[in-house]
């Protein structure tokens, strides 16, 4: 059973290859868990936003979970997305996610509907107790429109199934106060990359990171100075990757992730309606940046990226 302790480090949001027909590219799917277990990377987190949870099938979200515990056996856990707007539809993506092998779930606050903090807060303590696995909050307002007041947090994380949560509020203070009242037993995990280092000196134990697919030993070095308290070295480095971060979000994500991974050997470009692939000069400008980052930080020779 997946416990807070685990939720350490760099858990790239993996991206979903697919085929022209929409169904999971098996081989490209492959290619990229090989790659990041190779860099060393201490989980993975399928089947979010970066995934396009919205866009696939059903049966292809199921197909996508299955290869990432399979992948993931014996080395890290699978912490699948799950994106449903209600109760019973996303229970049963949870239920369905756990038999294919996967440790944990990354339950997105409910939207749409517009839910008060009470009918947050039971919608979590409803979910974690049906749930066959553990689970992680999902907070990302700038998506969703709502956000946890930290109090409501606070008592959630009380909760023994609910182990921690992946912050995208972009409010640093929320995520200050969130940080002083959580249980010991429940961890914050970073879900911006552009506010990582300083999450982690806050208090984050890791981060859920979307450009950690492209070089997650550069996040690994980020981390690691900011944990160690060597917060200044953690932001020059993190600085370095400022361009980077400006050019895979300049467009919706993963499109323009998507369309240079080619050059760690990952070669789906392909999107999922209703997003589209990144622009041309877009992807021109982002590979340019991407080769000597994946030389310096991950040894990829020039023959591979050019």
């Not at 396009?52 to 049966?59: D, K, M, N, V």
């Not at 939207?111 to 807060?121: D, E, F, K, M």
């Not at 979590?124 to 429109?145: H, K, N, Q």
């Not at 993963?254 to 041309?280: C, E």
Request: proline residues 7%; negative net charge; contains cysteine.
């Amino acid at each position: 059973m997946l416990t807070s302790s685990q939720l350490r480090g760099i858990f790239p949001a993996t991206p979903t290859p697919v085929n022209a027909d929409d169904t999971i590219n098996v081989g490209a799917s492959k290619a990229l868990f090989s790659w990041l277990l190779k860099q060393g990377i201490d989980g993975l987190v399928p089947l979010g936003g970066t995934g396009e949870y919205g866009a696939l099938p059903r049966s292809e979200r199921i197909k996508f979970a299955g290869l990432a515990a399979e992948a993931m056996t014996g080395k890290g856990p699978v912490i699948a997305g799950v994106l449903d707007t209600g109760y019973h539809d996303a229970l049963q993506a949870g239920r369905e996610f756990a038999a294919a092998g996967v440790d944990g779930l990354l339950v997105l606050t409910p939207y749409y509907t517009n839910p008060t903090q009470a009918g947050i807060r039971d919608y979590f303590l409803r979910y974690a107790d049906a749930s066959p696995v553990p689970i992680l909050i999902y907070e990302i307002p700038y998506r969703t429109r709502i956000a946890i007041n930290p109090e409501i947090l606070h008592e959630l994380s009380r909760h023994e199934r609910i182990i921690g949560m992946k912050a995208c509020n972009t409010d640093m203070y929320h995520f200050l106060r969130t940080v002083a009242g959580v249980d010991e037993s429940f961890t914050m995990l970073s879900g911006e990359d552009t506010l990582f280092p300083l999450h982690v000196a806050a208090g984050a134990k890791g981060g859920i990171v979307v450009t950690a697919n492209l070089v997650p030993n550069a996040w690994r070095q980020i981390f690691d100075l900011a944990l160690a308290g060597k917060t200044e070295d953690a932001l020059a480095l993190h600085r370095r990757l400022i361009p980077l971060m400006n050019m895979a979000f300049a467009e919706t994500n993963p499109g323009p992730m998507k369309a240079v991974m080619d050059l760690i050997g990952v070669d789906a470009p392909r999107m999922l309606a209703p997003l589209v692939s990144a622009a041309p000069d877009l992807t021109a400008r982002l590979r340019k940046e991407l080769e000597p980052l994946l030389q310096e930080f991950e040894g990829v020779p020039n023959a591979l990226a050019s």
